[in-house]
T-cell receptor
Framework: DVKVTQSSRYLVKRTGEKVFLECVQD?????MFWYRQDPGLGLRLIYF???????EKGDIPEGYSVSREKKERFSLILESASTNQTSMYLC?????????????FGPGTRLTVL | AQSVAQPEDQVNVAEGNPLTVKCTYS??????LFWYVQYPNRGLQFLLK??????LVKGSYGFEAEFNKSQTSFHLKKPSALVSDSALYFC?????????????FGRGTSLIVHP
């Protein structure tokens, strides 16, 4: 059974802290994604990665960075957390072969920045 | 450019009645279309997709979707709703002819099935 896991389900941080959100997939997928989900706004793409050490900005990259040193792991970094980054963060993966392949999502991390 | 719209924020239906969750799209080439479901405090789960071929696509949990090219729609349907179908539903599109490698998601529709 395919699986995408995220390091925390709930996280509370303070303004200005550096925050790491980790995502691991066990499906040997090349593509990985970080989304932010807010009520009424749907899913917005923050960053995605085609493959190891490759990354591209999505629609809302400001205030975020990512790291992909190993194929199975894709990290999202909030360099200096702010209250407007309070949100649900979803990680997803997808195999490279076939642009019509569906994405596999993790359970999400609900981040609160105080 | 690719885009997708889910015109209803919320759909209410009685248990046992048929349900429809609407999705319309805009692409320059041929569309790849997806439906996902999100239960409370969970990630998204894939339900079904349209790539090519039959306009009626069958998916998980008894759901199906009808691709209509002339109306640029891909509505999600189920003949008889269950209370457990209550969730948030997302439609997504990727344009085969476009430059984007990434699907675009709609804003989501909350389905509430009343006992």
């Amino acid at each position: 059974d395919v699986k995408v896991t995220q390091s925390s389900r709930y996280l509370v941080k303070r303004t200005g802290e550096k925050v790491f959100l980790e995502c691991v997939q066990d499906m040997d997928h090349e593509n990985m994604f970080w989304y932010r989900q807010d009520p009424g706004l749907g899913l917005r793409l923050i960053y995605f990665s085609y493959d190891v050490k490759m990354k591209e900005k999505g629609d809302i990259p400001e205030g975020y960075s990512v790291s992909r040193e190993k194929k199975e792991r894709f990290s999202l970094i909030l360099e200096s957390a702010s209250t407007n980054q309070t949100s649900m963060y979803l990680c997803a993966s997808r195999p490279l072969a076939g642009p019509y392949n569906e994405q596999f999502f993790g359970p999400g991390t609900r981040l609160t920045v105080l | 450019a690719q885009s997708v719209a889910q015109p209803e924020d919320q759909v209410n239906v009685a248990e046992g009645n048929p349900l429809t969750v609407k999705c319309t799209y805009s692409v320059s080439g041929n569309p790849y279309l997806f439906w996902y479901v999100q239960y409370p405090n969970r990630g998204l789960q894939f339900l079904l997709k349209y790539i090519t071929g039959d306009n009626l696509v069958k998916g998980s949990y008894g759901f199906e979707a009808e691709f209509n090219k002339s109306q640029t729609s891909f509505h999600l349907k189920k003949p008889s709703a269950l209370v457990s179908d209550s969730a948030l539903y997302f439609c997504a599109v990727r344009d085969e002819g476009g430059g984007s490698y990434i699907p675009t998601f709609g804003r989501g529709t909350s389905l509430i099935v009343h006992p």
